[in-house]
């Protein structure tokens, strides 16, 4: 039995955007308990699990290390899924990711020492790369342009849920003795991998893919049975289909379907931009909330459970928060959330480092709880703004440049390329992340507040980034995308004409106006 409803295809597939929030939250919520610093200390040798004082953890350089390891795979793992995608299917490329993050959770769940957890989360890494790529690809070749936002988006609300469940799992563990308080939560993550690997069994491949293998009936037996309820002879899906048949012919004389391809002269502007939408993502500093914000509230003066629980309601907020583009995504269009949320980002981290910086003092040696990373300390209503920023950088976050950033790479390139262009684009995304995750903890110890204000800096260059050079790209089918890179446009007005604010529908009363535009498609087709 196969499941045609788009709705429950997604909730599906975006298992996989969990898994990156599980991991999330498997290392925020854990690295700063007594139990984990115990066990892989590197410091003063104590009492274990029982006095924090005598447990400072990892070191901060390796403390990164073993953060960014998840990142370093998930950077391979996002460069091997376009190999993976085009050869095997979307699906089942999603399916081995999801194998993959099995072995690394037990690798993690059952870590003797700092090496083999590094280990085990670079694994973990592996499936994180090789979904978060392909996740949006899968379920956007399978969305009517309506939808496309929307099941795209709900990538990152995935992730989003990971954070939360994983961090709650995770504080409930931290009242566990000893190694059980981590190697609980580590071990649970592998079930949503599992309910992944078995759901997708029951679901389509991509049309595209398929149609990219000339397994044309398979391929209009999934599009009419998604978007037209088995109805193939309906105005829409027939033009739909001759679309995506015209696209094919014009490809299949095509040799350029290497990561070399995208660098090329015609390809090269629509790469810079999907590659920097996910590095500015990083850039964003969103990283620093969700991995370190136990440090973060820590130097605000909290400890302990009251830590713990005041960074689970940052969790709460990004579940929250991703609603809004979720529902307004294809509306509003993708220029107004990413400029708008930049534009905020920037005020908030502002804010952050003029409070840290005009009030705050160093720590005393050591760190905040024995935390060397908690290495600043600020009181009083100046560190109450400093929480609530930092929960308003996550409220700017989750409906602005988290979800989109896994919408819009898949959105910009032709049938060909667009495995390889989302697997290079979030590539780059865990390259950043791994520098970020690597380079924080050693930042707040040896830099302090000034982390704020890079953070504050990189928000407001990629506001200037976004209105001159990112593309409106919302309301369109895949194929039309294409068209929007012809000639030499300026990026602020390049939807005015190719993408009307008109909602575009699938109802029986604008047949008549998609064949139309179908023939304009058609024609555009023929004269290259």
């Known amino acids: 039995m196969m499941i045609t409803n788009i709705y429950v295809i997604t909730g599906i597939a975006v298992i996989g955007g969990s898994l990156f929030g599980f991991d999330l939250s498997s290392m925020s919520a854990i690295l700063s308990t007594t139990q984990y610093r115990c066990y892989f200390n590197q410091g003063p040798s104590g009492p274990p699990f029982n006095n924090a004082a005598y447990c400072s953890g990892p070191d901060s350089t390796v403390q990164g290390g073993i953060t960014a390891s998840m990142s370093g795979g998930s950077f391979i793992g ?13 699906k089942l490329a999603i399916q081995m990711g999801a194998v993959i993050w099995i072995i690394g959770s037990i690798l993690c769940c059952a870590s003797q020492n700092i090496p083999m957890l590094i280990v085990g989360r670079f694994t973990n890494g592996l499936c994180v790369g090789i979904c978060s790529a392909q996740v949006p690809v899968y379920v ?12 795209m988006g709900a990538q990152q609300w995935a992730i989003t849920w990971g954070v939360l469940i994983m961090f709650y799992i995770s504080y409930g563990s931290s009242f566990l003795v000893g190694p059980l308080a981590f190697r609980l939560p580590w071990g649970l993550q592998m079930i949503p991998a599992i309910f992944l690997f078995i759901g997708l069994m029951f679901t389509p491949e991509s049309p595209r893919w398929l149609a990219k293998k000339d397994r044309w009936d398979e391929c209009c037996h999934i599009i009419s049975s998604i978007h037209a309820n088995n109805n193939l002879d309906g105005e829409f899906i027939q033009m739909e289909i001759q679309q995506l048949k015209d696209a094919c012919a014009l490809e299949r004389d095509k040799t350029d379907n290497t990561y070399l391809d995208l660098f090329r002269p015609h390809m090269i502007w629509r790469t810079h931009i999907v590659v920097f939408v996910q590095i500015w993502c990083q850039l964003t500093g969103i990283n620093a909330i969700l991995y370190y914000v136990t440090y973060i509230f820590g130097m605000a003066g909290l400890s302990g459970s009251s830590n713990l629980v005041a960074s689970s309601i940052s969790s709460v907020i990004n579940v929250v928060m991703t609603i809004p583009a979720l529902l307004f995504m294809d509306r509003v269009g993708r220029r107004p959330l990413l400029i708008g949320g930049s534009i905020s980002l920037t005020i908030w981290w502002t804010i952050c480092a003029g409070l840290m910086g005009g009030y705050g003092v160093p720590a005393p040696p050591g760190g905040l709880n024995h935390i060397p990373e908690e290495s600043w300390l600020i009181t009083g209503a100046p560190a109450k703004v400093v929480i609530a920023c930092s929960y308003l950088i996550v409220a700017s976050f989750a409906p602005t440049w988290g979800p989109i950033e896994w919408v819009y790479p898949s ?16 590539a780059s995304n865990w390259a950043f992340n791994f520098a970020l995750s690597y380079f924080i903890p050693s930042a707040f110890v040896n830099i302090t507040w000034k982390t704020y204000a890079i953070f504050a800096v990189f928000a407001f260059a990629m506001t200037l980034h976004v209105f001159f050079v990112f593309p409106e790209t919302s309301g369109r089918t895949l194929e039309e995308v294409e068209d929007a890179f012809k000639g030499i446009k300026l990026a602020w007005k390049m939807g005015e004409d190719k993408f009307p604010n008109e909602e575009r529908t699938l109802d029986h009363e604008s047949d008549q106006k998609k064949c139309e535009e179908a023939m304009h498609v058609e024609d555009i087709l023929a004269s290259r």
Do not use: M, Y
């Not at 996002?78 to 979307?90: M, N």
């Open 78 to 90: 996002a460069l091997i899924s376009g190999f993976l995608t085009d050869i095997f299917g979307r």
């Open 140 to 151: 956007g070749e399978l969305a009517p342009p309506h939808l496309r936002g929307l099941v």
């Open 411 to 426: 959105e910009l390139f032709p049938l060909r390329l667009r495995g390889k262009a989302a697997a290079l684009s979030t």
